[in-house]
């Protein structure tokens, strides 16, 4: 019995050994993750990219920094390929960038992609009228979101009703723009350099989103919801950083070489 019992813990032995020589723990860590992209809302930030291709991949790690080139720190880890970040505050430039790690814990190099984005305010439903029969509200100031006089001296845009055609109005001291037709406020993500009107005003089509250049450098944009022959309805978004033109997007992604700052390039 005792011969017995020696062969069986001796082969159990040389089974376990051989079981340890024969399984390496795993030490890859997953590829880096791409296709980030960053929108900018109203105090948020909302990040996609693309599903990362390992079969042992756990989820990601998303980090976030007030400059490019500054130490970036952990503030979620998901398994989903989106994040919306409430912590932001409208008018601050955040940049971004993620890693992805497996179900050993092993964790991949930063994204070659740093995106950053500014969250600007926004407003729905505003409601202004007819400078003609309503001068005192029929303009509005996109700084503080208020509605006033069509001659204040702060006053972005005023409502015009002539000849049975809307207008939008605007001071010499600031641009306009007709974007055309859009499905949401956000189909349009940043602001033109280039075609501004030359009359200082657009016709008013419901549907169509217009871009603003104001007197003080501000970047805005307002989609036509209603029309009546003595008001407009609207809503609109506003980058409160000067001569910052992006009311949406991601502005501009970076890729970088491992660590080191690669090519710029402009994302629209």
Known sequence: MRVIILITISILLIFIGCTDDSVQPDMTPPSSPRGLYAYAGDNFVELSWDQNPESDLAGYNIFVCNSYDGKYSIIKSTSETFYIDYNTINGQTYYYRISAYDRNGNESHLSRQT??????????????????????YSGYDFSTNTIGPYNDQYTDIFFEYYNNIFYLDVWDDTEIQDMGYTNSLDDISSSPTI?????????????????????????????????????VIFEWAYQLQVDNPYLKS????????AFGIGAMSRIL
Do not use: C, Q
């Not at 305010?121 to 400078?131: A, F, K, N, Q, T």
């Not at 991601?250 to 070489?257: E, K």
């Open 250 to 257: 991601y502005g501009v992604v970076r890729d970088s070489l």
């Open 195 to 231: 075609g501004w009107s030359p009359t200082k005003d657009v016709r008013l089509i419901v549907g169509h989103t217009y871009v603003i250049y104001t007197w003080d450098k501000h970047y805005a944009k307002i989609r036509v919801l209603s029309l009546a022959n003595t008001y």
């Open 115 to 136: 995106v950053f984005a500014t969250p600007r305010p926004e407003g729905h439903s505003v409601i202004i009228r007819d400078y003609h029969s309503s001068p005192n």
